[in-house]
C-alpha cells in the first residue's frame, strides 16, 4: 500500500488526476454492473415464483382431478355394496316366505327357548 502511495506521490498532478480518473471511472462501471446485477437477479426471483405459482396450481389441478376419480371409484364401489345388500335383502324375503307355517312355528319356538329358556307346563 506504501508503495502504490509513493507511485502516486511521484506522479504529476496531470498523471496523478488520470488515475483518479481511471478509479472513478471503473467505481462507476462497477456501480452501473451491480445495478444490471440487481436487476438480473431480480427478474430471476420474480421467474422463480412464477414457476413456482404454475406447478403448484398444476399439482392442484392434478390433485383435483385425482380426487375427482376417487370420489367416483367410491361413488361406484356405494352403488354395488348397496346393490349387493338389497340383494340379499331380496334372497332373504324369498327365503323367509318359502317356509312354510310348521317350520315358522318351529323357528318362533327355538328362539323364546334361546330367550326366555325352556317354559314348564305347557305345550312341547
Not at 488526476?17 to 454492473?33: R, S, Y
Not at 312354510?100 to 317350520?103: C, G, K, L, V
Given at each position: 500500500?506504501?508503495?502504490?502511495?509513493?507511485?502516486?506521490?511521484?506522479?504529476g498532478?496531470?498523471?496523478?488526476?488520470?488515475?483518479?480518473?481511471?478509479?472513478?471511472?471503473?467505481?462507476?462501471?462497477?456501480?452501473?454492473?451491480?445495478?444490471?446485477?440487481?436487476?438480473?437477479?431480480?427478474?430471476?426471483?420474480?421467474?422463480?415464483?412464477?414457476?413456482a405459482?404454475?406447478?403448484?396450481?398444476?399439482?392442484?389441478?392434478?390433485?383435483?382431478?385425482?380426487?375427482?376419480?376417487?370420489?367416483?371409484?367410491?361413488?361406484?364401489?356405494?352403488?354395488?355394496?348397496?346393490?349387493?345388500?338389497?340383494?340379499?335383502?331380496?334372497?332373504?324375503?324369498?327365503?323367509l316366505?318359502?317356509l312354510?307355517?310348521?317350520?315358522i312355528e318351529?323357528?318362533?319356538?327355538?328362539?323364546?327357548?334361546?330367550?326366555?329358556?325352556p317354559?314348564?307346563?305347557?305345550?312341547?
Open positions: 500500500m506504501a508503495a502504490n502511495r509513493k507511485e502516486v506521490d511521484e506522479l498532478p496531470s498523471a496523478a488526476h488520470g488515475k483518479l480518473k481511471q478509479l472513478l471511472d471503473t467505481e462507476t462501471e462497477l456501480d452501473a454492473m451491480l445495478r444490471q446485477t440487481r436487476i438480473e437477479a431480480g427478474a430471476l426471483v420474480e421467474l422463480a415464483h412464477a414457476e405459482e404454475d406447478r403448484i396450481r398444476k399439482f392442484e389441478s392434478e390433485l383435483d382431478a385425482a380426487g375427482a376419480v376417487l370420489r367416483e371409484l367410491i361413488a361406484g364401489e356405494r352403488e354395488e355394496a348397496v346393490a349387493a345388500i338389497r340383494a340379499e335383502a331380496m334372497r332373504t324375503v324369498e327365503e316366505g318359502a312354510d307355517e310348521q317350520r318351529e323357528l318362533a319356538r327355538y328362539v323364546a327357548v334361546r330367550v326366555a329358556g317354559v314348564s307346563g305347557g305345550r312341547s
